[in-house]
């Protein structure tokens, strides 16, 4: 039998027999006293990548960003983010919750951000307004299409910052798929952000994790911000390893993610049963049904035909290259994509 492929999210990544290997003899102690060989390897690991003091290894994207909006800001604070923000969309009210702040949201349609558009929307210290302390960036940015930044947009928004006393954290999750993009390194973004979270759960396979970097003060406050929400772990050096082994063997391969993605979009942009898609940038397809076609039904037929895809609001499906999609997939894939236009059209409109 074909195995599913499954387009849901780039998390749904399996570690591979090598990864598997790897964990297994990692070396580990309780980290919650900083004594994990392997975490504390992580860290250091990545904080040097970013040229950054300090990182904190975290279960999750979302409480690696979340702690970051703790560490920058005080209750009643905004934070300044694109519409299309994981932080604001897909973090539950994290940020009401754990930090008692609102967003300032920027409306793009692209979900890149620009110190020209960011600068109007930095209040003033008058005593009746918000007091803004805060700017965070998606690079790349999920809801947006997978769209990376560029360095210098980055630089110059970090400048801002500087001018405005601001702090700067990037939603880095996805920010090796920026960089394979992009000539610039891990180490460039790190030196033009206060913080960056940094996933290996995503496209670079690691089953767990999410990484907080930044400078060493900022680290030991997170430290704390961890344990308080929960997320203090101990033999966990069994995960990072697994990180260990994404960051020196994955990295390269999600070049590969990207071509695959592009493909898909040079399939879909040309079924009549697609009205528009976004560009593609990296590893995320986004489009948007014709009006008669019933998306419900249109994922059930993928679905049958060995094909999972989520929907991403009305009339929108997110489709997301991963390195378990093989390139028999691939051709199946496509084949199905282009199949459902001429033989199953007419299953999938509406109200039929
Ligand atoms: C841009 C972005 N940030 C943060 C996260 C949160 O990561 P996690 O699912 O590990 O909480 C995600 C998850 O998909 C994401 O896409």
Excluded at 118 to 144: G, Y
């Amino acid at each position: 039998m074909n195995s599913m492929i499954d387009l849901r999210s780039d998390t749904v990544t399996k570690p591979t027999k090598e990864m598997l290997a790897y964990m297994m003899q990692a070396e580990v102690g309780d980290d919650v006293f900083t004594e994990d060989p392997t975490v504390n390897k992580l860290e250091q690991q990545l904080a040097s990548m970013f040229s950054k003091e300090a990182a904190l290894f975290c279960p999750s994207g979302t409480m690696s960003n979340q702690i970051a909006l703790r560490i920058h800001t005080q209750p009643g604070d905004e934070v300044i983010c694109d519409i299309h923000a994981h932080i604001y969309h897909y973090e539950t009210g994290g940020m009401a919750v754990h930090s008692g702040i609102q967003p300032k949201l920027i409306n793009t349609t692209d979900g890149i951000l620009y110190p020209e558009i960011i600068e109007p929307q930095v209040n003033t210290d008058a005593d009746w307004l918000t007091k803004t302390s805060l700017i965070v960036i998606e690079n790349t940015c999920n809801r947006a299409g997978g769209t990376y930044y560029s360095l210098d947009n980055i630089k110059n928004i970090y400048h801002l910052s500087r001018n405005k006393n601001l702090k700067l954290h990037i939603d880095g999750a996805r920010i090796f798929n920026a960089i394979v993009e992009n000539d610039y390194t891990a180490a460039d973004v790190g030196a033009y952000c206060d913080t960056i979270s940094v996933c290996l759960s995503k496209g670079l396979g690691a089953p767990v994790g999410s990484l907080l970097v930044g400078s060493k003060e900022d680290i030991k406050k997170a430290r704390r911000i961890r344990k308080q929400m929960g997320g203090g772990m101990r033999q966990v050096g069994i995960l990072a390893a697994a990180g260990r082994y994404a960051l020196k063997y994955h990295i390269t391969d999600l070049k590969r993610d990207h071509l695959n993605a592009k493909k898909i979009y040079d399939v879909l942009r040309n079924v009549r049963y697609v009205k528009h898609i976004k560009p593609v940038h990296t590893n995320i397809i986004i489009f948007e049904l014709m009006a008669d076609i019933n998306p419900l039904k249109l994922e059930e037929k993928l679905k049958e035909k060995g094909v999972r895809v989520s929907s991403f609001g009305k009339h929108i499906i997110r489709m997301v290259t991963h390195r378990d999609i093989t390139n028999e997939m691939m051709d199946r894939l496509l084949f199905v994509l282009r199949e459902i236009e001429k033989d199953h059209e007419k299953d999938i409109i509406l109200n039929k």
